[in-house]
Structure formats: C-alpha cells, structure tokens
C-alpha cells in the first residue's frame, strides 16, 4: 500500500504538469494570432498585421470588438493578402465579428479598420490562424489534471484516515498507562 506522503506528491506533480501543460498549449495559440486595440476617432484607421504560411495551416481568421458599440456605428474593414490584393471588404455593423479567409500565400497579412461612424470608438482588431481543434496536448493536459486531483483526493482521505486511526491509537496508549 502506498504511503499517503507519497501519493500526495506524486498528485501535487501531476497537478503541475497538467497546468503547465496547459499554460504552454494557451501560449501557442494566443502566438499564432496579432491582435491590436486602440481608440479610433471619427474617420480614423488602424492596421493589423500578421505573418501568415498555409503550410501551418490555411485557414485564417480576423476578429473585431468594439467596446462601447451602439446601433448605428460603422467600421470599414478590409483583409490584404501579402501581394496586395483585397481577400474581404466589408462594412462592420455589429460587435463582435468574426470571419475565417483562406490563407494562400505566404506573407503578411494585413487586417484595415477604419472608424466611418460619426463618434470614436474603441476597438480591438485580431488576425491569425483559426484555432485548430482539440489537440494531443489539450487532451493530455486535462487527464493528468484529473489524475492528478484524483490522486490529492485519494491521498487527502489516506492521511485524514490514518490521522484518525494515529490520534485512537495515542489515545488508548495514554488510558493503558
């Protein structure tokens, strides 16, 4: 039978694995996307830029938020192709708004915002890759994570059982004397 000591560290590891592998599963996906958020005034532009391969991936996306949206405001947007061309143009009337573009060339891909509404607003505008599905890595994060827990649960039960049994069996010796 294993010592509850040793099963609580063996849990405790595994409950930090699981989180890094986590963490490090997240980081890679936030870096496969550019993402800028500044205050536009009336008629004003920003760009976002983003170098993309379609031997990555050839799905891409581009997102847009506007913090204080209100019915009637408009954004210009426009996705550039590293040769130039114009992938989409649209003209934004809803927050937020998301659509995938076919990556095919690699390069800079550019995401234009321009504020044609008559107030400022705030606005957060992202390109990237399209997250891919669950991966090898999110699915092994979240068994050791269970594990892990799983083990601190048994482990915790162990040790609050043997604590019991240890404080009766001090107890009786203390009654014998």
């Known amino acids: ?30 870096d496969s996307l550019a993402s800028a958020q500044q ?22 996306v581009y997102s847009i938020q506007i913090s204080d949206f209100e019915d009637g405001d408009n954004l210009g947007i426009s996705v550039i192709d590293p040769n130039g061309n114009a992938i989409t143009t649209k003209s934004i ?3 937020p708004f998301q659509e995938n573009f076919t990556i095919s060339s690699t390069g800079i891909y550019e995401l234009k915002i321009q504020n044609t509404a008559q107030t400022d607003m705030q606005v957060l505008g992202i390109i990237g890759y399209y997250p891919q599905g669950a991966t090898l890595f999110d699915v092994l994060s979240i068994i050791i994570l269970i594990v892990g827990l799983s083990g601190l649960a048994i482990g915790m039960m162990y040790f609050i059982k043997n604590r019991g049994s240890y404080n009766q069996d001090k107890r009786g010796r203390a009654e014998n004397e």
């Not at 699981?18 to 980081?27: P, T, Y």
């Open 1 to 30: 039978m294993a010592k509850p000591k040793t099963i609580l560290i063996i849990s405790v590891i595994l409950v930090i694995s699981g989180i890094a592998i986590s963490f490090l599963q997240s980081e890679s996906e936030t």
């Open 93 to 95: 009337v809803k927050s």
């Open 39 to 60: 205050s536009l005034s009336a008629g004003s532009s920003m760009n976002v830029s983003k170098s993309l391969d379609p031997i990555k991936s050839k799905d891409g």
